[in-house]
């Protein structure tokens, strides 16, 4: 799918919200000039993060799902007093997590509430955005405007004693609809795409330990929320998000949970969690199951891996126990663009450089590559511009030169002969996000998204993403050929 029509399908799901089917999809694109075939609009939907996969055939987007649902915030004491309310991660899974906290717009009898900023120390700040990760909460705040003075970079993204936050100004509710400390914000997406969320106030500033009809109709609500998680893990697994699990949650049990009587998120990971919290998944956080480590195998993905292990099985009879080896599209053009940047032509090397130290090509299978790399190449060296790529190249080249070595490892465990199951299962979800992670920096270099605004900290991102991959390889390494000496064991045995 081009350029063109990605960016129009993603306005169509931003703003489109009724059920449809890709067929309805295809009519768009028709309508717009656009002539894209009907299996890349099904393979787009279907791995598209903006829409839920209903039964027959059926889509619903975010925008569709979450749109006119109900949900709560409770403001602290410390945004009362200082006539604030800061988003932070607290409107999740309802509005875009791709937008900023700060960007979001808020509303009160169709007029817009003044944007405001307010003071925190950084613990409390951290716990505003802990639901995008704790990992990753640092990186909300920096980016926050009203921090725009504030070098984080210099401190490796350690935070200051108190940062500043931009929020809205809770002046009018308090003036004109006599909102109290105490009181609940009643909120609903009104434009999920410019992300406009519409508050009203709910008065409960008397009812601090939620008692009376009301109190007990919330404490039933983190019930019910407790126990849709619960089910959430056993049935989806940790997933790729703290938000996409929530968004999962809420799009399922709407009609429960997402009513006047609600609770928060938010307190309900403080206050009234159970079983429910907060745990670490590789170098990131998940919601999981108190007191357990968060699996990265489980009956949501076994049979994935059987059907992995099966492949490997039959391409060990296939073909002496050789996996296939296959580098992104998108990828491939940075390797090319790596070379240039290094003044390099040699497109034999370039591939010796891409590919697994030990791989052994299948028939025809280099020069397919050698095929490929040529036909890009002369597409890519017309435009290539070096005194212009010296910001970008650097990131390129570091991110490169890590990606080749997560490919090597990850190579060796689709080749080994044991189950992936038995591997050390941390080291593992880190690898994963890693390879992750790094895709995403090679995505935003090809669009040259903010590169040189952003140098820095990508800089600084890969170096820790260097560290982590070291801290794992040696471990994976170690379990690896464990399972290659047990496997000749076996062998020899039978």
Not at 24 to 47: N, S
Not at 343 to 364: C, K, N, T, V, W
Not at 469 to 478: P, R, Y
């Amino acid at each position: 799918m081009g350029i063109q029509a990605e960016n129009f399908a993603e306005q169509f799901l931003r703003t489109y919200c009724n059920v449809f089917t890709a067929r309805e999809l295809e009519r768009q694109f028709a309508r717009a000039g656009l002539h894209v075939p009907p299996r890349e609009v099904a393979e787009y939907l279907e791995t598209s993060p903006l829409v839920f996969r209903l039964e027959r055939g059926r889509y619903l987007t975010r925008a569709g799902a979450f749109t006119g649902e109900l949900f709560s915030i409770k403001p602290t004491v410390q945004e009362f007093e200082q006539r604030v309310l800061i988003p932070g991660d607290r409107c999740l899974p309802f509005v875009d997590s791709e937008m900023a906290s700060s960007s979001l717009s808020f509303c009160t009898n169709e007029r817009r509430l003044p944007v405001k900023t307010g003071e925190f120390d950084a613990d409390t700040a951290i716990d505003m955005f802990i639901l995008f990760g704790e990992e990753y909460a640092p990186q909300y705040i920096a980016a926050d405007p009203a921090n725009s003075r504030e070098d984080f970079l210099r401190a490796d993204f350690e935070m200051p004693n108190r940062v500043k936050l931009t929020g809205f100004d809770l002046t009018p509710l308090i003036e004109k609809q006599g909102m109290q400390r105490g009181d609940r914000l009643l909120c609903y997406v009104e434009d999920w795409d410019a992300g406009l969320v519409n508050v009203m106030v709910m008065h409960d500033g008397n009812n601090t330990f939620d008692c009376g009809e009301r109190g007990e109709r919330r404490l039933e609500w983190y019930t019910m929320l407790e126990n849709a998680l619960l089910e959430s893990f056993q049935q989806d697994g940790p997933c790729t998000t703290i938000e996409e699990q929530l968004s999962f949650v809420f799009f399922e049990y709407r009609e429960q949970l997402c009513v006047p009587d609600s609770g928060s998120v938010e307190e309900f990971l403080n206050r009234y969690a159970k079983k429910v919290g907060i745990g670490q998944f590789g170098v990131e956080t998940r919601l999981w199951r108190k007191g357990e480590d968060v699996p990265a195998v489980g009956p949501w993905n076994s049979s994935s891996l059987d059907a992995v292990e099966q492949r490997a099985q039959t391409l060990q009879q296939l073909d002496s126990g050789m996996a296939y080896f296959v580098v992104q599209p998108e990828v491939l053009d940075q390797y090319i663009l790596d070379m240039y940047y290094h003044h390099g032509s040699d497109l034999q090397a370039l591939i010796d450089q891409m590919y697994p130290e030990d791989y052994s090509f299948h028939r025809g299978e280099r020069a397919y590559v050698m095929l490929t790399l040529s036909q890009r190449d002369a597409l890519l060296r017309k435009s290539y511009n070096w005194f212009s790529d010296q910001a970008t190249g650097k990131v390129r080249e570091d991110a490169v030169a890590l990606m080749t070595k997560v490919n090597a490892l990850m190579y060796r465990i689709d080749c080994c002969r044991g189950p992936v199951k038995d591997l050390p299962q941390q080291e593992l979800v880190i690898l994963s996000q890693l390879y992750s992670h790094l895709l995403r920096i090679l995505q935003s270099v090809a669009r040259d998204e903010y590169i040189e605004e952003d140098f820095a900290s990508l800089m600084l991102s890969l170096e820790g993403m260097r560290w982590n991959f070291e801290d794992i390889e040696g471990i994976l390494a170690a379990a690896l050929d464990e399972q290659h000496r047990n496997s000749f064991k076996v062998m020899k045995q039978s």
